[in-house]
Each structure stands twice: as C-alpha cells, then as structure tokens.
C-alpha cells in the first residue's frame, strides 16, 4: 500500500489524525508538527500533517472527508541521488503510469537542500524525462492554477536533502479549505480547516447547542453542521488520478445540530447567511443580530424550543473573537472583559476561543479562571492560542 501524506496547518495534527481513524484509514503514528523538510510540500499552505497508508480508494476518502487537512499527498518514491544519471535512472524506477495519464500536463516544485544536485531545473528535467519513458510521451509542462477546477496541471514536488529525493504526487487539485460556499466574505475570515480543528478540540458533541457569538462570514457554525452530517468536501478534483465516485461512509456522524451565530452587524450576517445557503446548511443554523453583551442561555432556550427541541443547560460557546486590528487597545480590553462576564451567565457550558492577542487570558482570567486547554494555533500568518475554559 503507498503512503500518503495529509497537510495540514502547525497545531491541527492531533486533530487530522483522529479523523483519520474515523475514517478507518491506517495512520502511521507519523505526525510532523513542526517545519521539517518532509512538511513542506505546500510552501507555507501547511508545515505540518500526518502520514497514513491506504489503497486509492482511501486516498479518495480522505479527500472527500478530512475536514482539517489543506492537501493529501501520495508519496511516490523515496530514494538516493548524487548524480544526474542516479537521478533519471532510479526516478524511471516509479510506477507513474499509475498516477498520470499520457498528455496530462504536470507541473514541477523542486526543492534542494544540502545536495550535490542543487539545480531545481535540470533536476526538474531529468524528471520531466523519466516521466516520458513510462508513459510513452514527455508530459507537458504548465503553471499551477490554486484557484482552478479540474484545469490545473498535475503538480508533482521533488525534494532533493541530503542527496536524498523524495517524490510526492498531491491528490486534491484545489486546496482542501476552499468548501466552495463562501461567497461572501468577512473582514478577517477563519480558514475552513481551522474552524473544523476549533470544533474537533472544542470536545462538541455534534448535538448540544453551539453559540458563536462573533460569527462574521458564517464559516464555525457552517463547518459545525457540516462536522455533524459528515458532509463530503463537493466534488473534489483529485488532480489526475481518475477516481470513481463514493458514497458516504456509514461509521461517520449523522446528527441534528443546535448551531447559533450571532453578530452585531447586519450586513455581516446577511453575508453569513449567503454563504449557509450556498453551503446547503441554512436550516440546521439560526442568525441571530445580538451583541454579545446581550447573550444569554434563556435566548438559547428559546431558539430550542422554536425549533422543537428540549432546552439543555450544556452547550458550548466557540468563536474567533477581535485580535485587535481595528481596536485600540482600551476598547480591546473593555471587549475581552465583556466576553468574560457574558459567559459567566452559561453556568456548566463550555466556552472556546481562538486569540491572537496575548491580552485576552490576562483580562478574561479574574472571571473565567485559568483555561483548562491552551494550545498553539497557526490562523494564517498570526500566532494565535485557542483556550478552553469550564464555566
């Protein structure tokens, strides 16, 4: 079986190895959580993963399900190369013909590190060649397009460190964070496979009502039905490799969510709405304009009972609060101390966050105490924390 390499962002690694297992898929116990040479197929898309072996089928799984992964990589070969020559001969070695289709454009990412082969382009030649022995025909050659739909050449990357080259094939065609449902989008948007390691960490049990306050563009409580229906990722490209089509496996979750997004602003929740539409889950999520001083768990109560269901006194409240970008700091902490006071009236919730701004734990903690979870998280280019505090 080959190995196949799932990326994705520094701190969601626990996260995509779980789903991993509760995808069945066999995960090596290979998590790379830092900026190793082997993560860094996706020049900053991601520099961590986990590695798991399947068949082709699985690898088509994965793609359709990881919820926190941004690509998935088959690893073609691994091998030693010092020498132009061992280069050519020992890539010609690879089953390409097993991935790749005569005509097929690909495109090359070479990276060399402390190699004796430090020339991206000849090696990137010597490659393009082993490919046309197997297959009959040079490949042509083309520009990756990250925002293309089944237009995009394959890419293929090769990494030379330590005259040792390692060939991976990526699977997913457009990263694995575009869901397609975000039309609309807000000021400071959280990428899709974030919100889902949010989720996962957050120890929701896909039923208890979920509250985020400061929604903006929709994407936590979109991401949380989607979680809680084990929706598949829409129509994967799976670059070249052709597979047929899946259906959605049984062992995963098929709930019914309580999911609440509140906003102060209209025009925000207008968008996130837009957006719940195109994502096909409008009816599983109530949009709420409220202010988060406003928040209280008789509202929830209500918004239960509207929709047939049995209030509970558990839930969790989890959300992507201001960094502080567009606050000067005393109106960053009057907000940070107004979070804290809101959730103390949701006695025996759970309540999450994810902060950039090392204010926040300093200004929540005479209310909220010490967080029980506080775990890196990279949100884009931001150093962020996502606390966990028992109410």
């Known amino acids: 079986m080959p190995n196949f390499f799932a990326v994705c962002a520094p701190g969601l690694e626990p996260f995509t190895a779980r789903e991993l297992?509760?995808?069945?898929?066999?995960?090596?116990?290979?998590?790379?959580?830092?900026?190793?040479?082997?993560?860094?197929?996706?020049?900053?898309?991601?520099?961590?993963?986990?590695?798991?072996?399947?068949?082709?089928?699985?690898?088509?799984?994965?793609n359709l399900h990881l919820r926190t992964a941004s690509r998935v990589w088959?690893?073609?070969?691994?091998?030693?190369?010092?020498?132009?020559?061992?280069?050519?001969r020992r890539a010609k070695r690879l089953a390409w013909e097993d991935y790749l289709?005569?005509?097929?454009?690909?495109?090359?990412?070479?990276?060399?590190?402390?190699?004796?082969?430090?020339?991206?382009?000849?090696?990137?030649?010597?490659?393009?060649?082993?490919?046309?022995?197997?297959?009959?025909?040079?490949?042509?050659?083309?520009?990756?397009?990250?925002?293309?739909e089944g237009d995009s050449p394959q890419l293929i990357t090769l990494r030379l460190v330590e005259n040792r080259c390692t060939v991976s094939l990526d699977s997913s065609g457009a990263l694995l964070h575009r869901r397609g449902y975000r039309l609309a989008?807000?000021?400071?948007?959280?990428?899709?496979?974030?919100?889902?390691?949010?989720?996962?960490?957050?120890?929701?049990?896909?039923t208890s009502p979920l509250l985020d306050p400061f929604c903006g563009a929709g994407t936590i409580p979109i991401e949380a039905v989607h979680l809680a229906r084990a929706t598949p990722?829409?129509?994967?490209?799976?670059?070249?490799?052709?597979?047929?089509?899946t259906t959605k496996p049984t062992d995963l979750y098929d709930a019914d969510p309580l999911v609440i997004g509140c906003d102060i602003d209209l025009d925000v929740l207008a968008a996130a709405r837009?957006?719940?539409?195109?994502?096909k889950t409008g009816d599983a999520i109530t949009w709420q304009r409220s202010d988060v001083a406003d928040l209280r768990p008789e509202m929830i109560a209500q918004i239960a009972t509207e929709r047939g269901r049995s209030p509970e006194s558990t839930g969790v409240i989890l959300c992507n609060p201001p960094y502080g970008e567009r606050l000067?700091?005393?109106?960053?902490?009057?907000?940070?101390?107004?979070?804290a006071m809101t959730c103390q009236r949701f006695r025996g919730w759970r309540a999450c966050f994810l902060v950039g701004n090392?204010?926040?734990?300093?200004?929540?903690?005479?209310?909220?105490?010490?967080?029980?979870?506080?775990?890196?998280?990279?949100?884009?280019?931001?150093?962020?924390?996502?606390?966990?505090?028992?109410l």
Not at 26 to 52: H, P, Q
Not at 233 to 245: K, V, Y
Not at 328 to 339: F, G, H, N, P, S
Request: aromatic share 8%; hydrophobic share 40%.
């Open 21 to 62: 297992v509760e995808l069945g898929l066999r995960n090596t116990g290979s998590l790379l959580a830092s900026a190793g040479e082997s993560a860094r197929m996706d020049e900053g898309e991601g520099e961590g993963g986990v590695e798991f072996r399947g068949s082709l089928p699985d690898l088509y799984r994965a």
């Open 233 to 245: 990722r829409p129509t994967p490209a799976l670059a070249a490799l052709g597979l047929a089509g």
């Open 101 to 148: 289709k005569p005509g097929l454009p690909v495109a090359l990412r070479v990276s060399c590190h402390r190699s004796k082969l430090f020339h991206s382009g000849a090696v990137a030649e010597r490659i393009i060649g082993s490919i046309g022995a197997r297959l009959g025909e040079i490949p042509p050659t083309g520009k990756l397009k990250e925002d293309a």
């Open 274 to 279: 837009d957006n719940a539409r195109a994502a």
């Open 185 to 206: 989008t807000a000021k400071a948007p959280l990428r899709e496979t974030l919100a889902s390691g949010m989720l996962l960490a957050s120890g929701w049990d896909l």
């Open 328 to 339: 000067d700091e005393a109106d960053l902490v009057k907000l940070y101390r107004l979070i």
């Open 358 to 390: 090392p204010s926040f734990e300093w200004e929540v903690g005479p209310v909220l105490g010490r967080p029980r979870i506080k775990k890196p998280l990279a949100n884009a280019n931001l150093r962020a924390y996502f606390y966990l505090y028992e």
């Open 74 to 88: 088959v690893q073609l070969g691994s091998f030693f190369a010092d020498t132009f020559s061992d280069l050519g």
